[in-house]
Nanobody, 117 residues
Framework: QVQLVESGGGLVQPGGSLRLSCAAS????????MGWYRQAPGRQRELVAT???????GYADSVKGRFTISRDSAKNTVNLQMNSLKPEDTAVYYC???????????WGQGTQVTVSS
């Protein structure tokens, strides 16, 4: 079993920055993909960014150039640096880990990010 714990959410003004962190523990394989998703009220959960154990990254078009995902595989942590935040970035942000032949998927409990003046 895998546990994911997010931290770093909060309230920030438009144009501001926040850094989210996620710590994974449990039965973690060396090859996996970690990522961040978000869900705004009344909307479906959407992909924000992913990073493989090899360091390859992918981003949603809406966050390219503003958000940066990084990881420390030795510590099983993944971070999301969010700059130039916009009100439309307001959502609950979830950490995700996918691993194994069966592509088992694990989720954190979510952390609220609110961008408002």
């Amino acid at each position: 079993q895998v546990q994911l714990v997010e931290s770093g959410g909060g309230l920030v003004q438009p144009g501001g920055s926040l850094r989210l962190s996620c710590a994974a523990s449990g039965s973690i394989l060396s090859l996996n993909v970690m990522g961040w998703y978000r869900q705004a009220p009344g909307r479906q959960r959407e992909l924000v960014a992913t990073i493989t154990s090899g360091g390859n990254t992918g981003y949603a078009d809406s966050v390219k150039g503003r958000f940066t995902i990084s990881r420390d595989s030795a510590k099983n942590t993944v971070n999301l640096q969010m700059n130039s935040l916009k009100p439309e970035d307001t959502a609950v942000y979830y950490c995700n880990l996918v691993q194994g032949y069966a592509r088992s998927s694990y989720w954190g409990q979510g952390t609220q990010v609110t961008v408002s003046s």
